[in-house]
T-cell receptor, first 114, second 114 residues
Framework: NAGVTQTPKFQVLKTGQSMTLQCAQD?????MYWYRQDPGMGLRLIYY???????DKGEVPNGYNVSRLNKREFSLRLESAAPSQTSVYFC?????????????FGQGTRLTVV | AQSVTQLDSHVSVSEGTPVLLRCNYS??????LFWYVQHPNKGLQLLLK??????LVKGINGFEAEFKKSETSFHLTKPSAHMSDAAEYFC????????????FGTGTQLKVEL
């Protein structure tokens, strides 16, 4: 059981380039999330999708777009990368939009924008 | 609104001595609370969770946490630290009835010395 799979694991971009981070889960979860992790700031929510066909902004959505392609996949797109988007990105999923359910995380994507 | 404060950004203990990582939360409603651990260059793993059942929660690897509503605290403890416990620990809150938008603390880096 793979859980939550993110690709790529590492990426270096030049300022202004675009890219898409891919995330897929094989646990039949309804809800999926994208977080970024920066030193001393914990994880901050970028976007989430409570169920297939819906997406909502989180705490730090500027500069990003998302697509919930189907129940399994939730992608994060940087249209014009900026150095401030250098970070580690985590995708997560939960079975349903309830409170007591733990989130399952991918292994992360380390993105550097130069 | 909900928030979580981890009172120490770094904690250093000797192997075999107790561990205390402090977390205070703020929530307008009944919260669900979690502790996650992140080892270097790894994803996040759930240690334990509180979901309005028993206030003393036992997790993996000998960790436990006590939910104290009067103090709005959810401190993580372990009787005897092991070298393998060295990692970053995140306290996380989500709202009962508010979906699964996890709010992370800024993290506590635990160092275990011989």
């Amino acid at each position: 059981n793979a859980g939550v799979t993110q690709t790529p694991k590492f990426q270096v971009l030049k300022t202004g380039q675009s890219m898409t981070l891919q995330c897929a889960q094989d646990m039949n979860h309804n809800s999926m999330y994208w977080y970024r992790q920066d030193p001393g700031m914990g994880l901050r929510l970028i976007y989430y999708s409570a169920s297939e066909g819906t997406t909502d902004k989180g705490e730090v959505p500027n500069g990003y777009n998302v697509s919930r392609l189907n129940k399994r996949e939730f992608s994060l797109r940087l249209e014009s990368a900026a150095p401030s988007q250098t970070s580690v990105y985590f995708c997560a999923s939960t079975p349903r939009r309830t409170d007591s359910t733990e989130a399952f995380f991918g292994q992360g994507t380390r993105l550097t924008v130069v | 609104a909900q928030s979580v404060t981890q009172l120490d950004s770094h904690v250093s203990v000797s192997e075999g001595t107790p561990v205390l990582l402090r977390c205070n939360y703020s929530s307008s409603y009944s919260p669900s609370l979690f502790w996650y651990v992140q080892h270097p260059n790894k994803g996040l793993q759930l240690l334990l969770k509180y979901t309005s059942a028993a206030t003393l929660v036992k997790g993996i690897n000998g960790f436990e946490a006590e939910f104290k509503k009067s103090e709005t605290s959810f401190h993580l403890t372990k009787p005897s630290a092991h070298m393998s416990d060295a990692a970053e620990y995140f306290c996380v809150v989500t709202l009962t009835g508010g979906g699964n938008k996890l709010t992370f603390g800024t993290g506590t880096q635990l160092k275990v010395e011989l």
